[in-house]
């Protein structure tokens, strides 16, 4: 008898071909890039660039984008804690099953709790997840407000923003850090990305 959470009677299925055969097929080692940050920091704009400069080196990646997920497998969530803390189970699950399938899976969510992303750090293989913090300023994040939603969770017509009125819990050990500049300058996207491709490259992702 085998009982999984509210299941019981479930057993593994292993299955012929294994990640390492499809690694070899891909050239590649499969992995998460977990990129988190406040609302406008960059995440979504990383996540593109990082995207289409591994595509343009040969390299299979899949961006998961936070926005984009609550259009469809998360649209039955809000923004309550219990329901953030779904939403990144949720896409954690689906990020290790990118990887296992050989993927570079770039996973942009504000993800604000500490505790939610762990977990999804302890559900993956050593080393594969690799948590990139985009350590922007409050107020340069207010200031782009792309989406005018900081202008509306000042006026308290949105509640329960992160920054604003939730918390956010910077990572206490991430892999990669991305900060402005001496001069108070943000990187470029393309500088962003390098700083995860060269990381990428270090430890061996990019090569079987
Ligand atoms: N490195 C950067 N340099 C200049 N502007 C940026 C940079 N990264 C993001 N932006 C701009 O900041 C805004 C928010 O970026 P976005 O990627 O949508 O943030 P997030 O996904 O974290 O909410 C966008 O208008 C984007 O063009
Ligand atoms: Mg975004």
């Given at each position: 008898m085998s009982a999984v959470g509210k299941s019981a009677n479930i057993f593994w299925q292993e299955c012929p071909v294994g990640k390492l055969d499809r690694q070899k097929l891909l050239k590649q080692k499969g992995c998460v890039v977990w990129i988190t940050g406040l609302?406008?920091?960059g995440k979504s704009t990383l996540a593109c660039t990082l995207g289409r400069e591994l595509h343009s080196r040969g390299k299979l990646a899949y961006v998961l984008d936070g926005d984009n997920l609550r259009h469809g497998l998360n649209k039955d969530l809000g923004f309550s804690a219990e329901d953030r803390a779904e939403n990144i189970r949720r896409v954690g699950e689906v990020a290790k099953l990118f990887a296992d399938a050989g993927l570079i899976c770039i996973a942009s969510l504000i993800s604000p709790y500490r505790k939610d992303r762990d977990s999804c750090r302890s559900i993956?293989?050593?080393?594969?997840f690799i948590e990139v913090f985009m350590n922007m300023p409050l107020d340069l994040c207010e200031a782009r407000d792309p989406k005018g939603l900081y202008k509306l969770a000042r006026a308290g017509?949105?509640?329960?923003f992160t920054g604003i009125d939730d918390p956010y819990e910077p990572p206490l050990n991430c892999e990669i850090e991305i900060q402005e500049e001496e001069n108070g300058v943000c990187p470029s996207p393309c500088a962003m990305a390098g700083q995860v491709v060269g990381y990428l490259e270090e430890k061996g992702f990019l090569q079987v």
């Open positions: 609302s406008g920091s993956l293989p050593d080393l594969s017509k949105i509640k329960g």
